[in-house]
C-alpha cells in the first residue's frame, strides 16, 4: 500500500539494514488484507510497533538450545515453533541453522533455509531488527516469546517469515512444513485417520519453496495400525 511505502525506516545506527525484508509494516502484514483475523492481528498492530535491535533483547546468540525455551506470541505460528522445538531434541542441528556463533556486532546474520525445489540449502541474510508490541504497559515480540536472553529463537523465526513473505504469511499451517524447510527432508509423510479407525499415509512436499500452500499430497502405502 501507499502508506505502507512512505513508511520511514528506523534511524540509521550504522549497522546492517536488510532492504529485502526492512523492519516497517509492509513485512508484517503482507498478504494481511485477504483474512480479517489477521488484518486484526497485524494490520492494526503495525502504528504500535517498536523495532529493537537484537543487542537491545538479548545478551547471547545461543545459550542453551531446548525444545521449552519459548512460546508462542500473537503470530500463529506453533507449526513452526512445535517443529523448531522438535529440531531443538537435537542443539547442534538449530546451531548448524546458523552461519554466526554469536552477536555480530554489525546485526547482520545468515540462517539455513533448504530449498525443496532445488535439494538445496541457501543462506537467507537477515537484520536483527525485532518488531515488539505493547501489551499490559510493557512490550513484548510480536512473534516468539523465548524464555532466556537468547537471539536465535527471533532470529530463526524471523528468517521464516522473510523466506515466506512476511509475518502474516507464517500464521497458521502445519509442523512438517517446518520440517521440509528446516532439515532436508525433501518430503514428509503424513497420516490421515479414516471412519475405520485405520491410517492412509501420504507423501507431502512443497512445489514452489516459498509457497506453503503450494504442497502436494500423495496416497502411499495404507497403514492398518490403530490407537
Known amino acids: 500500500s501507499q502508506g505502507a511505502e512512505l513508511e520511514e525506516l528506523p534511524s540509521p545506527d550504522g549497522k546492517f539494514v536488510d532492504v529485502e525484508f526492512p523492519p516497517i509494516g509492509i513485512s508484517i502484514s503482507r498478504s494481511a488484507s485477504e483474512d480479517d483475523h489477521l488484518r486484526e492481528t497485524f494490520g492494526k498492530r503495525n502504528g504500535r510497533v517498536l523495532w529493537k535491535r537484537g543487542c537491545e533483547v538479548a545478551q547471547q ?36 541453522l546458523f552461519r554466526e556463533t554469536e552477536l555480530s556486532p554489525t546485526g547482520r546474520y545468515h540462517i ?49 517469515a522473510k523466506w515466506f513473505g512476511g509475518y502474516a504469511n507464517i ?48 496416497v502411499g502405502k495404507e497403514c492398518r495400525s490403530r490407537w
Do not use: N
Not at 512460546?71 to 512445535?82: E, K, R
Not at 532436508?184 to 507431502?204: I, N, S, Y
Open 61 to 96: 546468540l545461543f545459550d542453551r538450545v531446548h525444545p521449552t525455551d519459548f512460546m508462542q506470541g500473537l503470530v500463529g505460528d506453533c507449526w513452526l515453533l512445535s517443529g523448531i522445538a522438535a529440531i531443538a531434541e537435537f542443539p547442534a542441528r538449530i546451531r548448524r
Open 112 to 160: 539455513s533455509i533448504f530449498d525443496q525445489t532445488t535439494g538445496c540449502w541457501s543462506w537467507i541474510p537477515v537484520d536483527d531488527y525485532i518488531p515488539y508490541v505493547l501489551k499490559g504497559g510493557q512490550r513484548f515480540p510480536l512473534g516468539v516469546q523465548p524464555y532466556g536472553d537468547e537471539l536465535w529463537l527471533l532470529l530463526l523465526e524471523k528468517a521464516c
Open 171 to 218: 500464521h497458521r499451517g502445519m509442523g512438517l512444513d517446518t520440517l521440509m524447510v528446516l532439515t532436508e527432508c525433501e518430503q514428509c509423510r503424513a497420516f490421515t485417520q479414516c471412519a475405520d479407525g485405520t491410517f492412509v499415509a501420504k507423501q507431502v512436499r512443497m512445489l514452489r519453496a516459498r509457497d506453503r500452500r503450494s504442497e502436494e499430497r500423495r
